[in-house]
């Protein structure tokens, strides 16, 4: 059974920065794409950043340059360090993998997520 844990949301004021980081557990042989999406309230659930297997990276526009996607293929963790984060930045974040594991013997691909972690901008 392949897990993905989110960890690092929490309430910060208006300016602040806040880490989130995402591990993966389970029978994995690698994994390939890994992101962060959010859904605030209301909205529908968007893509934040990703990164490739090759450290290849994407953002929102609404987010570049104040948030950093990096990952740590080794430890099998993904971050997303946030900065200058607004109140619009409000919303639940979603850790995201493309992941190649074992079962049954078997090589099998499939797409997973985590659980979610709360982030409230407000002073």
């Known amino acids: 059974q392949v897990q993905l844990v989110e960890s690092g949301g929490g309430l910060v004021q208006p300016g602040g920065s806040l880490r989130l980081s995402c591990v993966a557990s389970?029978?994995?042989?690698?994994?390939?794409?890994m992101g962060w999406y959010r859904q605030g309230p209301g909205k529908e659930r968007e893509l934040v950043a990703s990164?490739?297997?090759?450290?290849?990276?994407n953002y929102a526009d609404s987010v570049k340059g104040r948030f950093a996607i990096s990952r740590d293929n080794a430890k099998k963790t993904v971050y997303l360090q946030m900065d200058s984060l607004k109140p619009e930045d409000t919303a639940v974040y979603y850790c995201?993998?493309?992941?190649?594991?074992?079962?049954?013997?078997?090589?099998?691909?499939?797409?997973?997520w985590g659980q979610g972690t709360q982030v409230t901008v407000s002073s």
């Open positions: 995201n993998a493309n992941i190649i594991y074992t079962l049954l013997l078997k090589y099998r691909t499939g797409d997973y």
């Open positions: 389970g029978s994995i042989i690698s994994i390939n794409a």
């Open positions: 990164i490739t297997n090759g450290g290849s990276t």
